[in-house]
C-alpha cells in the first residue's frame, strides 16, 4: 500500500510555483533584508533585524514543507482518466442543493491542494467522500457541521 499523495498536476504545478517563487524571488530577498538589518549595528535591540530573521525562519519552513509535500505527491493527470459520468479523484462536479435550490461546482483535490475558497475539495472531506463512486443525475446527502445536506448531482466534468 502507497503512503503518497494524490494530487491533481493542476495543484503540483501550482505547488511547485510557489516553491520556485519562495527559493529564487523571497529568499534572496529576506537575506539582504538581514544584511542591510545587520549592518545597522546592536541586534539585540533591532527590530528590523529580528523581524527579517522571523519571516526567514517563515520561508524556510514553507520551503521544507513544500519540498516533503512534493516529494511524496503522487501526481495524477486528471485529463487522463476516461471515468465517464462517475465521480471520481480530479472530477469538477456541478451540485443542486436539494433544499434550498443553491448551486454550487467543486473539484475533488489532494489534501495537499484543498482550498474551499477556489472550490477545491479535500478527497477526504465528507462531501468529496460521499460523491466518490455517484454519477451525474445522483442524489446523496451527507452530514456537514451545520447538519445534513441534500444535494443532486446536475453535472461530472473533467479538464
Known amino acids: 500500500m502507497s503512503n503518497r499523495a494524490p ?28 544584511a542591510e538589518a545587520r ?6 535591540e533591532n527590530a528590523e533585524y529580528h523581524a527579517a530573521r522571523e519571516l526567514q525562519s517563515f520561508i524556510e519552513g514553507r520551503i521544507g514543507q513544500l ?16 471515468p465517464g ?6 472530477a469538477i462536479v456541478d451540485l443542486a ?22 472550490g477545491l475539495i479535500a478527497v477526504s472531506s465528507p462531501i468529496a467522500r460521499a460523491l466518490i463512486g455517484k454519477s451525474e443525475g445522483d442524489s446523496f446527502e ?8 441534500h444535494y443532486e448531482i446536475t453535472g461530472v466534468r473533467y479538464s
Do not use: M
Open 39 to 44: 549592518a545597522h549595528g546592536d541586534l539585540k
Open 85 to 90: 459520468s462517475k465521480v471520481v479523484f480530479g
Open 142 to 149: 451527507f452530514t456537514a457541521p451545520n447538519g445534513v445536506k
Open 7 to 34: 494530487i491533481t498536476k493542476a495543484g503540483s504545478e501550482r505547488l511547485r510555483a510557489e516553491l520556485d517563487r519562495l527559493k529564487s524571488e523571497d529568499r534572496p530577498r529576506i537575506i539582504a533584508a538581514i
Open 67 to 82: 519540498e516533503a509535500l512534493l516529494s511524496t505527491a503522487e501526481v495524477i493527470d486528471v485529463s487522463r482518466l476516461n
Open 97 to 118: 442543493d436539494e433544499d434550498s435550490g443553491a448551486e454550487v461546482t467543486y473539484q475533488i483535490v489532494g489534501d495537499l491542494e484543498a482550498d474551499i475558497k477556489q
